[in-house]
């Protein structure tokens, strides 16, 4: 595609229900980033997968927190038992494989767990 | 880790002001992009400049690398550069494991 799309670009969930974020990242882009966005801060890095492979999943808040790409393209970001402070925007990003390519990103959900 | 500071944090400009805009940031770095968040939260890429200048249109780049900073010029501003800039260096090491300095909210009035 032309950009990052992800879906649904709004969430609200009750307290404890379980949520699925889904990106897609432009076309032949290799790495794949997930990261949330509090309001008024900065975008703080979650995870990250190089085609498949999770390299990265250090910036996960807790364990009801996962992530998987299962065929290398698309993603799912999957919250567990959602609770307040996982209210935030979740950001997907992708670019080209390597450390000198310009990272790219989608529009975000924005989640509200009441 | 590293850190990351912008300057000024808020700058409100009338159309057709210039600006600059400052990063710092606390270790040698081979990766540093810049970011435009617009009011409706879409991130739009508008560097990436680890060393040297780049020029794209009314904005230009440069990075002082061996000095650990960077600027941002916006030139005859209009309202559409409204938003918050921010620019972004990688966590450790290389790659676009980002942590992003505090951001610069812009308000660009008639």
């Known amino acids: 595609g032309a950009g990052v799309s992800q879906s649904p670009r709004y969430k609200v969930a009750k307290r404890g229900q379980d949520v699925a974020l889904r990106c897609d990242p432009i076309?032949?882009?290799?790495?794949l980033f997930w990261y949330q966005q509090a309001l008024g801060q900065g975008p703080e890095f979650l995870t990250y997968f190089q085609n498949e492979a999770q390299l990265d999943k250090s910036g996960l808040p807790s364990d009801r927190f996962f992530a998987e790409r299962p065929e290398g393209s698309v993603s799912t970001l999957k919250i567990q038992r959602t609770q307040q402070e996982d209210s935030a925007v979740y950001l997907c990003?992708?670019?080209?494989?390597?450390?000198?390519?310009?990272?790219?990103f989608g529009s975000g959900t924005q989640l509200s767990v009441l | 880790g590293i850190q990351v500071e912008q300057s000024p944090p808020d700058l409100i400009l009338q159309e057709g002001a210039n600006s600059t805009l400052r990063c710092n940031f606390s270790d040698s770095v081979n990766n540093l992009q810049w970011f435009h968040q617009n009011p409706w939260g879409q991130l739009i890429n508008l560097f990436y400049i680890p060393s040297g200048t780049k020029q794209n249109g009314r904005l230009s780049a440069t990075t002082v690398a061996t000095e650990r900073y960077s600027l941002l010029y916006i030139s005859s501003s209009q309202t559409t550069d409204s938003g918050v800039y921010f620019c972004?260096?990688?966590?450790?090491?290389?790659?676009?494991?980002?942590?992003f300095g505090t951001g610069t909210q812009l308000k660009v009035e008639l």
């Open positions: 990003a992708s670019s080209l494989v390597g450390d000198n390519e310009k990272l790219f």
């Open positions: 972004a260096v990688p966590l450790t090491g290389g790659g676009n494991k980002l942590t």
């Open positions: 076309s032949g882009h290799v790495s």
